[in-house]
């Protein structure tokens, strides 16, 4: 058997989409009431806001993911 090449291969999925990244931490109530974010939850921001946002956890440990629907589809396929 012999090794085929991506070139070779037929491409039955091809994903479009935009790069994202996901940044996740554990913060205090307070921290989610003050910067008017949801519990639990996902909020898109401006390059702006989040860099204030990084501002404010520089002591916390973050996680960082790649993201985006394309991307996780693409991943789960």
Do not use: C, W, Y
Not at 6 to 25: C, H, K
Not at 45 to 62: C, F, I, P, W
């Amino acid at each position: 058997m012999t090794e085929q090449t991506t070139q070779s291969r037929p491409i039955d999925v091809f994903g479009v989409g935009n790069a994202m990244v996901d940044i996740l931490t554990f913060v205090e109530d307070d921290f989610i009431q003050e910067h008017t974010l949801n519990r639990g939850g996902m909020t898109l921001v401006d390059a702006e806001k989040q860099g204030g946002l990084l501002q404010n956890l520089e002591h916390h440990a973050l996680e960082l993911n790649s993201g985006g629907s394309a991307a996780n589809t693409m991943i789960a396929l």
